[in-house]
């Protein structure tokens, strides 16, 4: 499954995004920056990622919930935890939880979830490149 949960661009200078996919390795969401050259600046890429591993699917499900105010019941199928997952995604994103492209946002919503997983003791890791 992959679902891009923002996108975006800033006045043409840079586009942004923000997505989520479920892969044998985990759970795996990743926010990407691509800053344009201008004048004297080459400009850059910047990617940023935070994997969860797949024995924390359900407690990932269950924090998002939290965080939508839901109480719901898990599904069992690994298809209906995939739709969950995007549902709730674009509810946050819905509900303005995340932070909206733009210049200096680069970062911001993997280290917003990343403080949410670490309140609940769910483990992550993360890495960057910049190019």
């Known amino acids: 499954m992959y679902y891009t949960i923002l996108q975006g661009s800033d006045k043409g200078n840079?586009?942004?995004?923000?997505?989520?996919?479920v892969i044998e390795k985990g759970i795996h969401f990743q926010e990407a920056s691509d800053y344009f050259a201008r004048d004297d600046d080459p400009g850059m890429e910047m990617s940023r990622s935070l994997l969860?591993?797949?024995?924390?699917?359900?407690?990932?499900?269950?924090?998002?919930?939290?965080?939508?105010?839901?109480?719901l019941s898990l599904p069992e199928r690994?298809?209906?935890?995939?739709?969950?997952l995007k549902n709730l995604l674009a509810r946050l994103d819905a509900s303005s939880e995340f932070y909206?492209?733009?210049r200096g946002s680069g970062g911001a919503n993997?280290?917003?979830?990343?403080?949410?997983?670490?309140?609940?003791?769910?483990?992550?890791?993360?890495?960057?490149?910049?190019?």
């Open 100 to 102: 909206k492209p733009g």
């Open 14 to 21: 840079m586009t942004y995004s923000f997505s989520v996919s």
């Open 78 to 84: 690994f298809e209906e935890k995939c739709l969950l």
């Open 52 to 71: 969860i591993p797949p024995s924390s699917f359900d407690a990932l499900l269950r924090l998002l919930m939290k965080r939508c105010q839901l109480e």
């Open 110 to 131: 993997l280290g917003l979830l990343r403080r949410w997983l670490e309140e609940e003791g769910i483990p992550s890791e993360s890495s960057q490149w910049v190019y």
